[in-house]
């Protein structure tokens, strides 16, 4: 394993247990192997971007509002034709099992005692299929990383859908990595216990040697496989009635056409600030890809979200509901599914509070009039 201690048992919380995201943030730092920790942690290049997700939120500035009806106050939505209970889910996110044995199991487990969307990662250790199996699971979405044989990326998609992904999600702003410094420094790599289950035996990027002199990446040939609009349109075409939305969406002209391939909903993200550095945070890109979306589609947002106010934040400014990404792998690495469950409860547990001292009876009270400055 690469951990320094085994999980701390989360079966009781005690007044030491952690009380937010960030206690959970700094025991998993405690735990983890530094080099395990810095792959989590680190961002692209100078990791500017993921210092500006997380800081966007405290630049934003919420209106308190007094004496507001909040009988029979509630977090529920519609998304998709999919009841939720809150405006949670979980993030995609690679190789579960690097912060806790029982890996995307635990997770799982824990979105089910929560009622929280899961979006499997096409990079999960865990067969999507496991997941489904198991007892009272959570709503399953799919992440698709379109692959460099289009009857591979359909293949993929059909499994999915057939073990009960409800929503495929289509990543499309990471045709290659982003260039990671520190996690290059760190000497990280993937013990050979854990792979990607969902890509065995597909097609890679065929690649060709380098020319003297040549690009590596350029004249290579592992971009000639990089994902277009004309393959959204073909994938579109492939899966009637199945719901497909497009993750690593930072641009108004990339919603717009969104919107004209018959895409059911967008993810706003810039890949938690791992890929190209220096983008906008997601939460300043937000207003704007909400405009040109024009209320046809359902967003959703992620990055940087740390406090029940963060999303309330980015509920107010156009999304209908955010991913968490490390927040949730952190707890894993304290406590296993216990702990992940107890952290989606307190951000669940904050964003109530946060509704209440608005004025919020319920989601569709929130808007821009929720924020001091809008």
């Given at each position: 394993m690469n951990r320094r201690t085994q999980p701390a048992s989360m079966n009781a919380l005690s007044l030491s247990s952690p009380l937010c995201a960030q206690d959970y943030a700094d025991l998993a730092r405690e735990r983890l192997d530094p080099a395990v920790w810095t792959w989590l942690e680190s961002g692209g290049a100078d990791e500017?971007?993921?210092?500006?997700?997380?800081?966007a939120y405290a630049g934003v500035r919420l209106r308190s509002r007094a004496l507001r009806p909040l009988a029979g106050a509630h977090t529920r939505l519609e998304l998709n034709g999919q009841a939720l209970a809150h405006p949670i889910l979980i993030a995609p996110m690679a190789w579960h099992g690097l912060v806790h044995p029982d890996a995307e199991q635990a997770t799982a487990l824990a979105a089910a005692a929560t009622h929280t969307p899961f979006i499997v990662s096409a990079q999960s250790g865990t067969p999507i299929e496991t997941l489904a199996a198991l007892p009272g699971p959570p709503p399953l979405w799919f992440q698709l990383y379109a692959q460099a044989r289009r009857d591979d990326t359909l293949a993929l998609a059909r499994r999915a859908a057939g073990a009960g992904a409800r929503?495929?999600?289509?990543?499309?702003?990471?045709?290659?990595?982003?260039?990671?410094?520190?996690?290059?420094?760190?000497?990280?790599?993937?013990?050979?216990h854990i792979r990607s289950v969902h890509l065995d035996g597909l097609s890679p990027p065929a690649a060709r040697p380098t020319p003297p002199g040549g690009s590596p990446l350029f004249d290579s040939g592992l971009?000639?496989?990089?994902?277009?609009?004309?393959?959204?349109?073909?994938?579109?075409?492939?899966?009637?009635?199945?719901?497909?939305?497009?993750?690593?969406?930072?641009?108004?002209?990339?919603?717009?056409a969104a919107l004209a391939h018959g895409i059911d909903g967008l993810i706003v993200s810039n890949h938690g600030g791992r890929c190209l550095d220096t983008l906008p945070s997601t939460l300043d890109a937000?207003?704007?890809?909400?405009?040109?979306?024009?209320?046809?589609?359902?967003?959703?947002?992620?990055?940087?979200?740390?406090?029940?106010?963060?999303?309330?934040?980015?509920?107010?400014?156009?999304?209908?509901?955010?991913l968490i990404g490390r927040p949730v792998l952190h707890a894993l690495a304290v406590g296993g599914a216990p702990a992940a469950a107890h952290l989606?409860?307190?951000?669940?547990?904050?964003?109530?509070?946060?509704?209440?001292?608005?004025?919020?009876?319920?989601?569709?009270?929130?808007?821009?009039e929720t924020l001091w400055d809008r």
């Open positions: 500017i971007t993921v210092r500006a997700n997380r800081d929503t495929l999600v289509l990543t499309v702003d990471a045709p290659v990595n982003g260039v990671r410094n520190a996690e290059q420094r760190s000497g990280f790599h993937l013990p050979g971009l000639d496989a990089a994902p277009t609009w004309d393959d959204v349109a073909w994938l579109r075409a492939q899966l009637p009635g199945t719901a497909l939305w497009l993750k690593g969406i930072l641009d108004p002209d990339d919603a717009r937000l207003p704007g890809i909400a405009q040109a979306a024009e209320g046809r589609l359902p967003i959703l947002m992620d990055g940087g979200i740390r406090r029940g106010t963060d999303i309330l934040k980015a509920l107010a400014l156009g999304a209908r509901g955010v989606i409860q307190v951000l669940r547990g904050e964003l109530e509070v946060a509704m209440a001292l608005t004025g919020c009876r319920m989601l569709a009270d929130i808007g821009p």
